[in-house]
């Protein structure tokens, strides 16, 4: 009697086939998504007369590496460098501030349309989504010619109204879907217990969502830290009041600033929402896709 032998399995062969493929295909995505950044970061220590003779050099040598790129990025106008300390130091109070009013209005607001009953609660998410996606550049003329008018062309406290009458929308959107996710079960055992609804919301409500609050003040921070329209716009007449955005704008634009210089500016730009996101990606993982749970 013939013992048959058994063949191989076409599940067994495509799950042999994804050991090897997801792993080659996850190395591929970090590789072309780090590479960019990681050259970027290269050029910026490299000397120039280094980067002139060998641009491709992927891995420099010790006498290469220049950290006066960084110190004339860095230093003030006055000293001979680009004056990128002061723009950090205005870009850092333009976002912060942004996440700050964004979600003193967002929160309340968000919980309002959430819990309360009023006329047109289904109708004002798409309202206030419908708000976001309108374009930028069509506000850009009006909001120039009234910010003349009140003189505060040019100031950081213009800059910061436009950006939260841009953000508060969305994040009210971003945190209504988070607070539906929140059962009323929860207020409702609190309002037994003798709390109003201002106490069941901070004792309650916001403690459950914080992930949700976390993952959109960071999305706040992004936009006000990399935007460049409004910063051009209102900006671009008071070097001492330029954001990080506006000031790399500059350095991109002028033929007399080396490439390594460019560099360290783009690093500078781009390391602070890189900190950021991996220190909050936890959060910011979590409080996206609980947001989008419900509509």
């Keep these: ?29 970090l590789v072309i998504s780090l590479f960019p950044f990681y050259y970027m970061v290269l050029l910026s ?17 010790l006498g290469e590496i220049d950290l006066d790129t960084y110190k004339n990025v860095l230093a003030s106008t006055a000293d001979g460098g680009q004056g990128f300390l002061n723009f950090i130091k205005n870009s850092m109070l333009v976002a912060l501030g942004t996440v700050v009013i964004s979600l003193l209005v967002a929160i309340p607001g968000a919980y309002a349309v959430s819990r309360l009953e009023f006329f047109g609660r289904r109708q004002i998410s798409a309202v206030f989504l ?8 069509l506000l850009a003329i009006p909001l120039f010619v009234l910010f003349t008018r009140l003189g ?5 406290t213009g800059l910061l109204v436009v950006y939260v009458a841009q953000v508060a929308a969305v994040s009210i959107y971003m945190l209504r879907n988070y607070f539906d996710t929140i059962p009323a079960s929860l207020e409702e055992a609190a309002a037994i217990d003798g709390c109003t609804r201002l106490q069941a919301m901070r004792h309650v409500s916001l403690p459950l969502a914080l992930p949700a609050i976390a993952s959109n003040a960071l999305f706040v921070f992004m936009i006000a830290w990399n935007e460049f329209l409004f910063a051009l716009l ?4 008071r070097r001492e ?18 490439t390594t210089v460019l560099m360290a500016g783009s690093v500078i730009l781009t390391l602070p929402i890189i900190v950021l996101f991996f220190l909050s ?15």
Aim: hydrophobic residues 45%; charged residues 15%.
């Design 241 to 258: 009041n330029w954001t990080v955005s506006l000031g790399l704008s500059q350095l991109a634009g002028s033929i007399e600033v080396p």
């Design 130 to 137: 419908g708000v976001y996606f309108f374009p930028a550049i």
């Design 1 to 29: 009697m013939s013992t048959a032998t058994p063949g191989i399995s076409r599940d067994s062969v495509e799950r042999r086939l994804l050991l090897v493929i997801r792993p080659a295909f996850i190395i591929f995505l």
């Design 152 to 156: 505060q062309r040019g100031t950081l």
């Design 45 to 61: 220590f490299r000397q120039l007369d280094s980067v002139l003779q060998d641009p491709g050099a992927l891995w420099p040598s």
């Design 281 to 295: 990606e936890r959060w910011l993982a979590g409080g996206l896709t609980a947001g989008a749970e419900k509509g």
């Design 234 to 237: 209102f900006l671009v007449e």
